[in-house]
């Protein structure tokens, strides 16, 4: 089977450092940090309402050595602007909705407006591997892909919040999904809510490429610490992609 990447998002390090104004804990340390444990890359979603990685981390991470940046991004002039300065290695395009929690679902890749389709354009233009979030839907990924993107990141979320026993028909849509964007020439990536035991099946998929965890990942840090945290999903990637480093 083909590598699968570990993306580590670190905006809940933000969360943490910004619950009292101060620099600690700096999520471009955690980054480093997480590099060292194994991941292969970073994510972060700079939100429009900055409440937790800001422009100034964005910048810094962007400027690390190495650093495979993944930038999380809402389709908005700004964002697109932000990018095209910064050049990460790749974008995610996703939903936002200012009083969301977290990111509820998939990028309407279908039924949006113009602006997504140029601001793929703009990103492509600029080197950057560009992914659109969408739910393990034909025809979400058939319309990412018209819309010229390179990637998309299956939302696993509804796969991993579900109790066990529900899983087995969400895995298989995640995975019918994945065969669907190979068919179509895209890479398939995939996020949103796994932790150690839910990623064994997303990590099962031969044609995904990358996963992205955060929340849990930076909450087992809590108990575990950061290296092992990660060293621990690495372990998790590697038995469900079926052995060895995965
Ligand atoms: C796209 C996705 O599923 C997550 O990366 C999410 O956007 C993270 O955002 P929060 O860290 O604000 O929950
Ligand atoms: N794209 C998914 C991501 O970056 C992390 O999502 P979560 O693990 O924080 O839910």
Aim: glycine share 12%; with cysteine.
């Amino acid at each position: 089977m083909t590598p699968l990447r570990l993306s580590v998002n670190v905006d809940h390090v933000a969360t943490l450092r910004n619950a009292r104004g101060g620099r600690f804990p700096c999520p471009v340390e955690a980054a480093r940090a997480c590099l060292a444990a194994g991941a292969d890359g970073i994510t972060v979603h700079l939100r429009e309402d900055r409440r937790h990685i800001r422009d100034e981390d964005v910048r810094r991470l962007g400027a690390e050595p190495g650093l495979r940046l993944n930038f999380e991004m809402a389709a908005t002039g700004e964002m697109v602007g932000i990018a095209e300065g910064l050049r990460p290695a790749a974008c995610c395009i996703v939903p936002e909705k200012r009083a969301e929690l977290t990111t509820e679902g998939g990028l309407d890749a279908r039924g949006a407006g113009p602006f997504l389709g140029e601001a793929v354009r703009r990103l492509a233009a600029a080197g950057i591997e560009v992914a659109l979030f969408v739910e393990p839907d034909p025809a979400q990924i058939a319309a990412a892909a018209a819309l010229g993107a390179q990637a998309v990141e299956l939302h696993t979320g509804t796969y991993a919040d579900a109790p066990e026993a529900a899983r087995g028909p969400l895995l298989a849509r995640l995975r019918m999904a994945a065969a669907e964007a190979g068919r179509l020439g895209l890479a398939c990536h995939a996020g949103h809510g796994l932790d150690f035991e839910t990623v064994r099946g997303v990590a099962a998929i031969p044609e995904v490429v990358e996963v992205s965890i955060g929340h849990f990942l930076i909450g087992a840090a809590v108990f575990q610490g950061l290296p092992a945290a990660v060293s621990g999903m690495r372990a998790a990637i590697a038995a469900g992609r079926g052995g060895g480093r995965n």
